[in-house]
């Protein structure tokens, strides 16, 4: 039975038993601070576990996109394991519970899979006898096939959290017993690969807190999920979840890849390390391709961190399987040719995802060998001394300097017996490995606080928008109903002029923070008060306004008048359009390769993040703009819409990377020429965007661009700005703005000129006193010590200097100083004879730079430093000391 077959008898399965069949949430979290991925079934539907919203059905099934890489050293050589996966699902809010979800999963497993039931095992949490007795008495397992484990087992999650959490029952099937320990082993090891845990049935009851108090949900549900790839395993009768057929499609097209660079074919079976290698390959190919499909790309932070991990990790065993150069970029399209049916998002953007890898491959290659000759030169000195543990510290300077990655790192110490100092490296990494999560300004919620159940407690705010409209949410509202007040997280029955407070009401104008579009910010006023709106942010299904009371007082339950800063909501306006015009002229210009991947949408200026694997030129930038106004001067109707989110797709509109849609979705199109998914305000036509000027054009990461541009009044205060600046240059210099590049260009000519005049006077200056500074040498044992100060010179005139002195005095020692204010440039130049007694010029710059209160090195003899100026004759008074040590054996007191 193939892969696909299975997707579909499981999502038939149960849309047949009345559940809504959903497609899967973006593998890329935009809004979650705990995780940069999905990992789990469940976890698009927490908020309605927790009755913070409304589920999309009673009973939901889905197959869902997940990514997880805390298990990635054991990705190809355990049969399991895997960095992405495709989790099977089925949901329950409030509908069925333990028993309903028992019998169904009984039901497929027994009847539409038919696994032979002498293969079934079957735990439950050590408490739960009343999923015990389900499976024994109303399922018919005997209590010999059935075990209780504990919270590492049977919980969900073993981790504690403040999210959704219950006990949980496993379906386990045995592999075998040639696949388990010598001398046997139970249900639940962890050493072998006998037993496969294949269902886990998730009885959703409660919320943790942090002290382990359990607070049950407004309804218990239930979340079940079964991993695609080992149920193919199972189905298909493989040893690893990567010979399984869509999988193994990728692996074989990976090894053909390698074969161009062996002198000898390698055929999958072989070998086992090499097959172990190519299993990860295919396993880190398939994570990449699916991230990059969600519009990740390689950085060194948050999920592109993730993803140039995977890529550098694969092009390493694919270097160990024979590979020479890059090879993952010409194997990426195999798995959109395999999984692109599923999935067509994978099929998107091919041609730029593969330069885009091979650009990385590139780059890690061209230090890789520098990284592993660094790492064993680190590990012999640890080992000579019987040590085991690679210093973090150490690991860290390998992925700083090199790009090799800690699971490089750990897999090049397990190849050595090797642990890596993990807590040591992270230390180290603690500043690169931040999130720069941090939420708009506004309240920081936590699932279980008093402010956070208060606000689910209260009725949904009611948006006043129509979403057919551009401008989508009214400028103001007559009156709307101040339900709930609180200040300090706590709640308030009134606020009083000067305190933060923040407000819940009925219904609201204003327009929340997200989709790259900031908050509208204006004001609340009541009959005795007014409250002035900083920000709006969105909760689950309600609005959050943060702000302070400017006058008077404000009491829950009050009626207020709602007025939005129209004017700045205006230029907002002008720049979320002109977004969509820029992203459409990029387009045009560049190819459909270009998505957007990130944006600033604000009152003053606009930022669009794209992909784009090089540079945008001048030329192309003006053809962007150019383009730009003439569809703003064009006047185009702007219309919003709202189809299903499948109808939109089908239609081609484009839609945001890895962002989160209803089922029902809003579309903003322009004219012809532009159509995307939305949820923001916009002009009615593009003509009262006014103009456009692009600013900054930069790399953000490999293969993402950022374009920086100002629209509106905006734009024309730029262009005052500018002239403004313009004019005050053309008065300094005397000239017109026609003449002034030319004037420039003359002055730049000036001054190189007498750069080099001064430089001409201070060489003739320093020729006039070589023969004083021969004469002042003081003889010191076999050589002579030339120490002065020659105030002003740099370095370039020092050592000129010195190539003099060491020409004349072959057994010199010239130690020159130019002092620059409180600081001095120091060198140290040694004559060939004073070179051949032993003497290094870096030794004695690092001790005389010392005393002089700094610092310096060098080769055998030159060396450079640095120093204070006050303290420059104490330094050369040190030189000679150490001089008449090195030279006369003398003791120099």
């Known amino acids: 039975m193939t892969t696909q077959q299975l997707r579909e008898l499981f999502l038939n399965f ?56 805390g298990d990635i050293e054991l990705v190809g050589y355990r049969n399991r394991y895997h960095t992405f996966f495709e989790m099977l699902g089925n949901f329950s809010f409030g509908d069925y519970f333990k028993q309903g979800a028992i019998e169904l999963a009984w039901e497929f497993v027994t009847e539409v899979l038919q696994l032979p039931r002498e293969r079934l095992w079957f735990t439950v949490y050590w408490e739960d006898d009343e999923a015990e007795q389900i499976w024994h008495k109303h399922i018919g397992i005997p209590m010999s096939r059935i075990r209780r484990l504990g919270r590492a087992d049977n919980w969900w999650p073993k981790l504690r959290w403040e999210g959704p959490c219950g006990p949980c029952s496993e379906i386990f099937y045995d592999l075998g017993e040639e696949r388990g320990c010598p001398g046997g082993c139970e249900v639940g090891c962890d050493r072998c690969e006998r037993y496969l845990e294949l269902w886990n049935l998730v009885f959703q009851m409660y919320t943790e807190a942090e002290d382990g108090t359990l607070m049950p949900l407004p309804s218990p549900g239930i979340d079940t999920g079964m991993g695609l790839e080992r149920l193919a395993l199972v189905m298909q009768d493989k040893r690893f979840t990567a010979e399984t057929d869509e999988l193994f499609f990728i692996l074989s097209s990976s090894l053909e890849q390698i074969n161009q660079f062996r002198t000898e074919p390698y055929t999958y079976g072989q070998n086992e390390a090499t097959d172990a290698e190519l299993r990860v390959i295919a396993d880190h190919l398939r994570a990449t391709t699916f991230l990059m499909a969600d519009g990740v790309v390689p950085t060194n932070e948050g999920p592109g961190y993730v993803l140039r991990r995977l890529i550098r990790r694969a092009h390493r065993f694919g270097r160990q399987a024979g590979a020479t150069e890059p090879f993952l970029y010409q194997a990426l399209p195999a798995v959109a040719e395999v999984m692109g049916g599923t999935y067509p998002e994978l099929k998107d953007g091919l041609d730029y ?181 900083e920000h709006a942010s969105g909760v689950g299904q309600h609005i959050v306004h943060k702000g302070k009371v400017v006058r008077g ?28 015009l820029l992203q459409a002229a990029l387009r045009k210009f560049l190819g459909d390769h270009v998505r957007q991947s990130g944006s600033l949408v604000a009152p003053d200026r606009l930022r669009f993040d794209f992909t784009h694997h090089e540079a945008v030129g001048k030329d192309t930038l003006e053809k962007v703009e150019d383009q730009v106004n003439a569809w703003i001067m064009a006047d185009l109707p702007v219309t919003c819409t709202e189809k299903s989110l499948e109808e939109a797709k089908a239609a081609g509109v484009i839609a945001l990377f890895g962002e989160k849609y209803d089922e029902i979705v809003r579309v903003v199109q322009i004219g012809d020429i532009s159509a995307e ?92 006193t070589i023969a004083d500074l021969l004469d002042n040498a003081a003889t010191v044992g076999p050589v002579r010590l030339i120490a002065a100060q020659i105030p002003g010179a740099d370095e370039e005139t020092l050592g000129a200097i010195a190539d003099q002195l060491t020409a004349q005095a072959e057994n010199g020692v010239v130690c020159l100083a130019g002092t620059q204010g409180e600081g001095t440039v120091l060198i140290i130049k040694l004559g060939k004879d004073a070179v051949n007694q032993g003497l290094n010029a870096g030794n004695l710059m690092a001790q005389t730079a010392k005393i002089a209160g700094g610092g310096g090195g060098g080769g055998a003899n030159f060396a450079r430093g640095g120093g204070k100026s006050a303290q420059i004759d104490e330094a050369f008074a040190g030189l000679h000391r150490l001089l008449k040590e090195q030279t006369t054996g003398e003791d120099p007191e």
């Open 353 to 533: 995802q593969q330069q885009v890898v091979k650009t990385e491959e590139q780059r890690f290659a061209s230090t890789l060998a520098g990284g592993i000759d660094l790492f064993e030169e680190i590990a012999q000195k640890v080992l000579s001394r019987g040590e085991a543990v690679f210093p973090g510290e150490e690991a860290f300077r390998l992925h700083d300097t090199h790009g090799i990655t800690i699971d490089i790192v750990r897999d090049l110490a397990a190849e050595k017996g090797m642990t890596v100092d993990e807590a040591g490296f992270e230390q180290a990494m603690e500043q690169q490995r931040q999130r720069s999560r941090a939420g708009p300004v506004g309240l920081q919620l936590h699932e279980n606080s008093s402010l956070s159940r208060a606000i689910a407690d209260t009725p949904a705010t009611a948006l006043a928008a129509d979403p057919q409209v551009p401008g989508f949410c009214q400028a103001q509202l007559p009156a709307a109903r101040l339900l709930k007040l609180f200040h300090d997280e706590a709640e308030i029955e009134q606020a009083h002029e000067g305190q933060q407070v923040a407000v819940l009401l009925d219904r609201t104008p204003f327009y929340y923070e997200h989709g790259g579009q900031v908050t509208d910010t204006g004001y609340l006023i009541g009959p005795q008060g007014e409250i002035q709106i």
């Open 677 to 768: 998914l939305c949820g923001g305000t916009h002009c009615e036509r593009t003509g009262q965007i006014g103009s456009l000027r692009i600013t900054n054009e930069s790399s953000v990461a490999a293969g993402i661009r950022r374009i920086e541009a100002v629209a509106g009044w905006a734009a024309l205060q730029r262009a005052r700005k500018l002239e403004a600046v313009l004019t005050e240059a053309t008065q300094q210099l005397s000239t017109t703005p026609e003449e002034l590049i030319g004037r420039l260009v003359a002055l730049q000519d000036q001054i190189s000129e007498l750069d080099k005049q001064l430089q001409q006077a201070r060489q003739m200056q320093a020729t006039t």
């Open 553 to 580: 007082q404000i009491s829950a339950g009050e009626e207020v008048q709602v007025q939005v800063d129209s004017e700045r909501r205006d230029a907002i306006r002008r720049h979320h359009t002109a977004t969509h």
């Open 14 to 69: 149960f849309e047949d038993r009345n559940h809504l069949v959903r497609p899967s949430a973006p593998l890329v979290l935009h809004d979650d601070p705990t995780s940069f991925f999905t990992s789990a079934g469940m976890q698009p539907y927490m908020a309605a576990f927790r009755g913070e919203e409304e589920p999309p059905a009673p009973r939901v099934a889905s197959i869902q996109k997940c990514t997880r890489t």
